[in-house]
């Protein structure tokens, strides 16, 4: 609730972080079982990973119809958390297990794993390297080939650390972060860790009919090709291609 709380009054304060609201551009079903941790578009699809022991999975969507065209489920005693594509790879991460995979973007198939330190909330590439979130204010760098860290850099909006970023997208060279539990979305210039840009979905998760706590706002897909955003939330029966508006 702090960290909401500290965020809206920044968003109404004047200071020198552009703020956006947006427009809905047009919705999709989205499956309202799956509690999404991951989302980016390749090639004509959306992919998403789930979360939830026993229920977690990677798969490859439909746009129009928000059913899964193929699908490759994490073993039962793993949390899944987010994904991102890397040369002909879907690399994802899980929760607390330390553990993360490697699928075949083609088909799904596992193609191995990899361990790493801490947790894993949201992952995306920023040029050669793969950048990860763990819930704290960091995010960190490393070889997707390796998997050997390279460096941390610190997230700050207002020149204080911002923690509980969550799913990651790559758009135009920076870093979107949903920040977990609220209805904002977080630009991150990756070179220095500060934030450029707040973006306030405020009403959507409404518009979407998700209920409950843990129904939030999670999922942020590009479209390079064709320049559009696509944005979900966990358990929410819609998904949203939307356009920033009234940025200030």
């Not at 972080?17 to 079903?29: A, L, M």
């Not at 500060?194 to 518009?207: F, M, P, Q, T």
Request: charged letters at 25%; aromatic letters at 10%; proline letters at 4%.
């Amino acid at each position: 609730m702090m960290l909401f709380l500290a965020l809206a009054a920044a968003a109404a304060d004047p200071a020198p972080v552009e703020r956006c609201g947006y427009r809905i551009v047009q919705s999709y079903p989205h499956d309202a079982t799956s509690f999404t941790q991951g989302l980016f578009w390749e090639d004509g699809h959306l992919y998403e990973a789930t979360g939830q022991y026993g229920r977690s999975r990677v798969a490859r969507l439909d746009l129009k119809t928000g059913r899964a065209l193929i699908q490759t489920k994490l073993p039962a005693d793993q949390f899944g958390e987010g994904i991102t594509r890397w040369r002909d790879q879907i690399i994802g991460v899980t929760w607390q297990n330390g553990e993360g995979h490697r699928w075949a973007i083609k088909d799904l198939k596992p193609l191995g794993n990899f361990r790493y330190e801490g947790e894993g909330w949201g992952v995306t590439m920023v040029g050669d390297s793969l950048v990860l979130s763990d819930g704290s204010p960091d995010l960190k760098f490393f070889d997707p080939a390796t998997m050997t860290e390279q460096k941390r850099i610190t997230v700050r909006f207002d020149g204080r650390p911002l923690a509980m970023l969550n799913e990651l997208e790559t758009i135009d060279g920076q870093v979107w972060a949903n920040v977990w539990m609220t209805d904002f979305i977080v630009r991150i210039d990756p070179a220095t860790g500060e934030i450029v840009s707040l973006i306030d979905l405020a009403g959507l998760k409404a518009d979407a009919g998700a209920k409950g706590t843990d129904s939030v706002l999670n999922g942020i897909a590009w479209d390079a090709k064709k320049k559009r955003l696509f944005v979900t939330g966990k358990y929410w029966p819609k998904l949203y291609e939307i356009a920033l508006a009234d940025c200030r």
